[in-house]
């Protein structure tokens, strides 16, 4: 079927050109990519010179990327659309633990401790202990249930963020429950921080008005034979960026708890219960 290009049809003209026989997945999203993005410039009648400082984003995008950074992911998560595509592929049933994004800063092979053990090997921030217990769906406890923890320091930096500053593997640990379900670790109380916006994502943030910083979180990867994978963070409910994270990343029964110890081990305390789904069970 042969078609000419017209400004109406042109969605047409371009999907029609795909051969029969190929993958039909890929025919799916591409014909909806299509369908959409023609529609997009119409809607809004694209001016060339838009469209030219568009390609020229993108070509600065990729040209900043490096193996230590992705301005890419950057610019998906700004723009909410890591947290859409996250929740489309994590839809749980009620009471499960929601996932969230996550995030370019975990490192595998963290060591392992015991429970209760302190991975803050820098000496600096405000001590906090994190507790709580990795549940099933019925409030039971799961034994074997593997937490991959991490957090920033208390200047907001990532170990991996300053190789030669902190020590390898600050503020990172993995621990393994035993019958009763029950996790405890000894941290810092997290702060919060700016994402890398000195590139072509930071340009866009200040031109739309928008900070580019995260509301203070604990990372945690839950793993446990049976179960669904977890990836989430518990966010500071009194942090200031706590209702305009730059990411997106915040659900609001992620918000824990952190209360103030007097005369204990450490400065703060935070309790939170992860519920975990079994394999194959959905929303």
């Avoid at 072509?200 to 446990?224: D, K, N």
Wanted: net charge negative; proline share 6%.
């Amino acid at each position: 079927m042969t078609q000419f290009f017209t400004e109406a049809d042109s969605e047409s003209a371009v999907n029609v050109r795909m051969a029969e026989g190929i993958n039909p997945r890929l025919k799916e999203v591409m014909t909806s990519l299509v369908k959409h993005l023609h529609a997009f410039a119409k809607d809004i009648q694209l001016k060339q010179e838009e469209w030219d400082y568009a390609i020229d984003f993108l070509t600065r995008t990729g040209q900043i990327c490096s193996k230590e950074r992705q301005e890419f992911i950057l610019l998906s998560d700004t723009l909410g659309f890591s947290m859409l595509v996250d929740a489309i592929n994590n839809r749980r049933p009620a009471g499960a633990t929601e996932n969230t994004v996550f995030g370019p800063f975990h490192v595998d092979g963290a060591p392992e401790f015991p429970m209760g053990a302190n991975i803050t090997l820098d000496g600096k921030g405000e001590s906090c202990l994190f507790e709580g217990r990795i549940l099933d769906l019925q409030g039971n406890p799961i034994k074997g249930a593997r937490l991959d923890v991490w957090s920033d320091n208390a200047e907001g930096y990532y170990d991996v963020q300053q190789p030669g500053v902190q020590p390898k593997w600050n503020n990172r640990g993995i621990f393994t429950t035993e019958a009763d379900g029950k996790y405890s670790f000894i941290g810092i109380k997290p702060v919060s921080y700016p994402i890398p916006d000195d590139g072509p994502v930071g340009q866009m943030l200040a031109a739309l008005g928008r900070h580019p910083y995260r509301p203070a979180h604990m990372h945690f990867l839950i793993t446990a034979p049976g179960y669904q994978k977890l990836v989430t963070h518990t966010f500071d409910g009194d942090d200031f960026y706590i209702t305009s994270d730059t990411v997106f990343g915040v659900k609001q029964t992620l918000v824990a708890p952190f209360e103030k110890v007097e005369n204990g081990e450490t400065l703060w305390r935070s309790h939170f219960d992860f519920v975990l789904t079994p394999v194959g069970d959905k929303q």
